[in-house]
């Protein structure tokens, strides 16, 4: 069955970095666009940033120029690199694998990682 299982979240002081890792299994992750998503209690979902089947990367303006989203197709993986932490970056983060397919939409989520950043 497909599976998406976050790693990598914790409790980070402010400044420091984290690396989120996805493993995805179950489908044939060459051909998804893969994104990490985030959710801050009270507040929606978000996008923070995605990275095409073809390798494009996109980002959120708040994590820009802190965050770098990347792919292995031979293991499956995705990893989200995120530096100089703030507190506004905790949060679940999620993982996700798109695909469209003529008019039908294939969507995953993982279950989520915590990410609190704190002093």
């Known amino acids: 069955q497909v599976q998406l299982v976050e790693s990598g979240g914790g409790l980070v002081q402010p400044g420091g970095s984290l690396r989120l890792s996805c493993a995805a299994s179950?489908?044939?992750?060459?051909?998804?666009?893969m994104s990490w998503y985030r959710q801050a209690p009270g507040k929606e979902r978000e996008l923070v940033a995605a990275?095409?089947?073809?390798?494009?990367?996109s980002y959120a303006d708040s994590v820009k120029g802190r965050s770098t989203i990347s792919r292995d197709n031979a293991k499956n993986t995705v990893s989200l690199q995120m530096n100089i932490l703030k507190p506004e970056d905790t949060a679940v983060y999620y993982c996700?694998?798109?695909?469209?397919?003529?008019?039908?939409?294939?969507?995953?989520w993982g279950q989520g990682t915590q990410v609190t950043v704190s002093s």
């Open positions: 996700n694998a798109e695909m469209f397919w003529g008019l039908r939409k294939y969507e995953y």
């Open positions: 179950g489908f044939t992750f060459s051909k998804y666009a």
């Open positions: 990275v095409t089947s073809g390798g494009s990367t």
